[in-house]
């Protein structure tokens, strides 16, 4: 699916009218494109520099809330979607970045966010993405005893790599 | 029958270990106490402790993380114990069998720690509570089969039993 | 007495409390499954887990003091042992005893706590540790005015401290509780049965379901079945140590045995009652209970026995 630069700006359905317009104008100035638009949400890529200070003032000034953060492999690389939710305006940012293959990594955010601790642990498991800055990187949905260097989740994953010592080992 | 045998017919204290499970079979468990099916009558009462359990209930496969410490729960039990895997995952780890999370199954995990275990397999996605009370029922019955309680296991605890 | 009436009536009475308890047990399992609308285990069950449980193996931990460990099932047990024996003995032969023998009962049944407060602590054991320190803080709650109500009793039958004196001057006098302040005092001393035999609300050493088995995760095999069977004397001992001092004792006839039995039921569905309808407390919840309203209850009660006795007022 192509991405397709809004000319008219139509507000999601259900969302406060207003506050939609502010962030809107808030996303471009820093570079967003909307893709997408459903019932009170929308799909917006968002360019990785600046993308720190830009989610910063999106929960702190703003008053959005992280919902979480997903990802999924790519082609170019690896894709993380920022889920930030406005309650009170009745709206939901999905701010997609795509992280290059050759240098996935990511500013951490939960110095200032700890709530993101978790999140960020969980996608360094599965997908590899590395966040400088993390306090506490440990293996959180992966056993301990899981190898370095491989990700389930990622296209090139094989099974073989990841054995499990045997039943007497544990 | 040894009054060890009979006794243990009369009063099960059931220790639930859930080891990787959704949490259905670990409802169902708990739905046995209730009025519905209360097996209390029966002498079955769900203890907190590892340690005073005659029966493990184990749900769940056992994922890579879970499976040490299933061989300590194991170990920690007092023998007689026997084993009951509750639900086609604690079976033979049914859909997830091949999953890069899942460690070895159940009764394989218990038969390292100790070969002369006796563990029960009660199939279901989740079981109805009345195929674990069936569960249960055959556990006596091969118990009385063997002819006698089973007596503490050559099992030593592991060093790490020590809690710091 | 002579020591081999001593030994005898050790064993008959610890006996006896033994099977009472058992069966106070038992019934307690099976209202509370009725109240639930369950079926419930039949009233011997608590025997056959006795039982069972002197057929598992005793695992002792590496981490715990292995000695401490073991003995201090007993140390409760031999408490509990002494001091029902020596309750039904003061009730059934009043003349023997000895000035201050109500206050070694009491201190008697605070072994059990302690021992399991010791046992805990040695068990070495993180659940154990924290339901040790919770039973040493509802120790110190529930004995305060557990003791002052017991205070009351002794002031409304002459200011003696021999239970086979209180018991007799009940037989007299009419009941303690037959008076505002033996009332008041029965009420408290109720509560702090409820604490003593660790039953909700006030079950936070043990805890299910918050702390594993809280101060008896460890224990398995012979001495738990110890720990079980000194549970259930207790079971029956506090509702007797009750009876004596505020409901008239145990008269060794016919009728009066009838009416042991209709006041032990009575306090026994109370027990049940109040464990099958409230939550348990947060210990500080209950340390408040018992400093700020139970223990001050209990000195008024203390006040108006005292004024009542002075003033000759019968019924204060």
């Given at each position: 699916m192509s991405p397709e630069t809004t000319t008219?700006v139509e507000v999601p359905a259900?969302?406060?009218?207003?506050?939609?317009?502010?962030?809107e104008?808030?996303l471009?100035?820093?570079?967003a494109v909307r893709e997408c638009a459903a019932r009170r949400q929308a799909m917006y890529r968002?360019?990785?520099?600046?993308?720190?200070?830009?989610?910063?003032?999106?929960?702190?000034?703003?008053?959005?809330?992280?919902?979480?953060?997903?990802?999924?492999?790519?082609?170019?690389?690896?894709?993380?979607i920022?889920?930030?939710?406005?309650?009170?305006?009745?709206f939901t940012a999905n701010l997609k970045?795509?992280?290059?293959?050759?240098?996935?990594?990511?500013?951490?955010?939960?110095?200032?966010?700890?709530?993101?601790?978790?999140?960020?642990?969980?996608?360094?498991?599965?997908?590899?993405?590395?966040?400088?800055?993390?306090?506490?990187?440990?293996?959180?949905?992966?056993?301990?005893?899981?190898?370095?260097?491989?990700?389930?989740?990622?296209?090139?994953?094989?099974?073989?790599?990841?054995?499990?010592?045997?039943?007497?080992?544990? | 029958?040894?009054?060890?045998?009979?006794?243990?017919?009369?009063?099960?204290?059931?220790?639930?270990?859930?080891?990787?499970?959704?949490?259905?079979?670990?409802?169902?468990?708990?739905?046995?106490?209730?009025?519905?099916?209360?097996?209390?009558?029966?002498?079955?009462?769900?203890?907190?402790?590892?340690?005073?359990?005659?029966?493990?209930?184990?749900?769940?496969?056992?994922?890579?993380?879970?499976?040490?410490?299933?061989?300590?729960?194991?170990?920690?039990?007092?023998?007689?114990?026997?084993?009951?895997?509750?639900?086609?995952?604690?079976?033979?780890?049914?859909?997830?069998?091949?999953?890069?999370?899942?460690?070895?199954?159940?009764?394989?995990?218990?038969?390292?720690?100790?070969?002369?275990?006796?563990?029960?397999?009660?199939?279901?996605?989740?079981?109805?509570?009345?195929?674990?009370?069936?569960?249960?029922?055959?556990?006596?019955?091969?118990?009385?089969?063997?002819?006698?309680?089973?007596?503490?296991?050559?099992?030593?605890?592991?060093?790490?039993?020590?809690?710091? | 007495?002579?020591?081999?009436?001593?030994?005898?009536?050790?064993?008959?009475?610890?006996?006896?409390?033994?099977?009472?308890?058992?069966?106070?047990?038992?019934?307690?399992?099976?209202?509370?499954?009725?109240?639930?609308?369950?079926?419930?285990?039949?009233?011997?069950?608590?025997?056959?887990?006795?039982?069972?449980?002197?057929?598992?193996?005793?695992?002792?931990?590496?981490?715990?003091?292995?000695?401490?460990?073991?003995?201090?099932?007993?140390?409760?047990?031999?408490?509990?042992?002494?001091?029902?024996?020596?309750?039904?003995?003061?009730?059934?032969?009043?003349?023997?005893?000895?000035?201050?023998?109500?206050?070694?009962?009491?201190?008697?049944?605070?072994?059990?706590?302690?021992?399991?407060?010791?046992?805990?602590?040695?068990?070495?054991?993180?659940?154990?540790?924290?339901?040790?320190?919770?039973?040493?803080?509802?120790?110190?709650?529930?004995?305060?005015?557990?003791?002052?109500?017991?205070?009351?009793?002794?002031?409304?039958?002459?200011?003696?401290?021999?239970?086979?004196?209180?018991?007799?001057?009940?037989?007299?006098?009419?009941?303690?509780?037959?008076?505002?302040?033996?009332?008041?005092?029965?009420?408290?001393?109720?509560?702090?049965?409820?604490?003593?035999?660790?039953?909700?609300?006030?079950?936070?050493?043990?805890?299910?379901?918050?702390?594993?088995?809280?101060?008896?995760?460890?224990?398995?095999?012979?001495?738990?079945?110890?720990?079980?069977?000194?549970?259930?004397?207790?079971?029956?001992?506090?509702?007797?140590?009750?009876?004596?001092?505020?409901?008239?004792?145990?008269?060794?006839?016919?009728?009066?045995?009838?009416?042991?039995?209709?006041?032990?039921?009575?306090?026994?569905?109370?027990?049940?009652?109040?464990?099958?309808?409230?939550?348990?407390?947060?210990?500080?919840?209950?340390?408040?209970?018992?400093?700020?309203?139970?223990?001050?209850?209990?000195?008024?009660?203390?006040?108006?026995?005292?004024?009542?006795?002075?003033?000759?007022?019968?019924?204060?």
């Amino acid at each position: 699916m192509s991405p397709e630069t809004t000319t008219a700006v139509e507000v999601p359905a259900g969302t406060d009218r207003e506050f939609f317009l502010e962030l809107e104008e808030r996303l471009v100035r820093a570079g967003a494109v909307r893709e997408c638009a459903a019932r009170r949400q929308a799909m917006y890529r968002v360019p990785r520099e600046g993308f720190v200070a830009l989610l910063r003032e999106l929960i702190e000034t703003f008053g959005g809330r992280l919902a979480t953060v997903t990802g999924v492999d790519v082609r170019d690389g690896t894709e993380l979607i920022y889920h930030v939710c406005f309650d009170r305006a009745r709206f939901t940012a999905n701010l997609k970045i795509l992280l290059p293959g050759s240098a996935d990594q990511m500013e951490s955010i939960t110095p200032w966010l700890p709530g993101a601790e978790f999140i960020e642990r969980e996608i360094h498991d599965l997908l590899g993405v590395d966040f400088p800055g993390h306090p506490r990187m440990e293996r959180l949905v992966l056993s301990d005893d899981w190898p370095e260097g491989v990700y389930p989740l990622r296209r090139g994953f094989r099974k073989e790599d990841a054995r499990p010592p045997s039943v007497e080992e544990t | 029958m040894s009054w060890r045998l009979w006794t243990l017919r009369k009063s099960l204290f059931v220790y639930h270990a859930n080891v990787g499970a959704c949490n259905n079979c670990d409802i169902e468990i708990v739905e046995l106490l209730t009025p519905a099916y209360d097996v209390e009558r029966f002498g079955i009462v769900l203890v907190g402790s590892p340690r005073h359990a005659d029966a493990l209930l184990v749900t769940g496969v056992c994922t890579r993380q879970a499976e040490p410490r299933l061989k300590e729960l194991y170990r920690a039990t007092a023998k007689p114990c026997v084993v009951v895997c509750v639900g086609s995952c604690a079976l033979a780890q049914g859909v997830f069998a091949d999953g890069y999370h899942v460690g070895h199954p159940v009764d394989e995990v218990i038969r390292s720690v100790d070969p002369e275990a006796i563990i029960a397999y009660v199939p279901g996605c989740p079981p109805k509570p009345e195929a674990m009370i069936l569960g249960v029922v055959k556990v006596w019955q091969k118990l009385a089969e063997l002819g006698r309680a089973r007596p503490a296991p050559a099992v030593q605890p592991a060093v790490g039993v020590s809690t710091t | 007495m002579g020591i081999g009436a001593m030994v005898l009536a050790l064993v008959t009475g610890a006996g006896a409390t033994a099977l009472l308890g058992l069966l106070a047990k038992g019934v307690d399992r099976k209202v509370t499954a009725r109240l639930q609308w369950r079926v419930g285990p039949p009233l011997y069950q608590p025997a056959l887990d006795c039982l069972k449980l002197l057929g598992k193996e005793t695992v002792v931990p590496a981490s715990a003091m292995g000695n401490g460990f073991l003995i201090m099932p007993l140390f409760g047990l031999a408490g509990t042992a002494v001091a029902s024996s020596m309750l039904w003995v003061m009730n059934l032969r009043g003349d023997v005893g000895f000035v201050g023998d109500a206050i070694v009962v009491l201190y008697m049944l605070a072994l059990p706590a302690v021992a399991t407060i010791l046992g805990a602590a040695a068990s070495g054991n993180p659940y154990a540790t924290v339901g040790a320190g919770r039973e040493m803080k509802l120790l110190i709650g529930y004995e305060l005015p557990l003791t002052i109500a017991l205070l009351v009793a002794v002031v409304h039958t002459g200011n003696s401290f021999r239970l086979g004196q209180i018991v007799a001057a009940q037989g007299d006098g009419g009941m303690v509780a037959g008076s505002v302040s033996g009332l008041l005092a029965l009420v408290v001393a109720i509560v702090c049965m409820q604490a003593k035999l660790g039953l909700v609300p006030f079950d936070q050493a043990e805890a299910e379901s918050e702390l594993m088995a809280g101060v008896y995760t460890e224990y398995s095999g012979p001495p738990f079945a110890a720990i079980n069977l000194g549970r259930c004397m207790l079971l029956a001992a506090l509702p007797i140590l009750l009876i004596t001092l505020f409901l008239g004792g145990i008269h060794p006839s016919g009728l009066g045995l009838a009416a042991f039995a209709l006041k032990f039921g009575v306090l026994l569905v109370i027990i049940v009652l109040i464990r099958n309808t409230n939550p348990r407390l947060r210990i500080d919840q209950s340390l408040r209970l018992f400093w700020y309203w139970l223990t001050p209850l209990a000195l008024l009660a203390l006040g108006l026995a005292m004024a009542g006795r002075h003033y000759e007022v019968t019924w204060l």
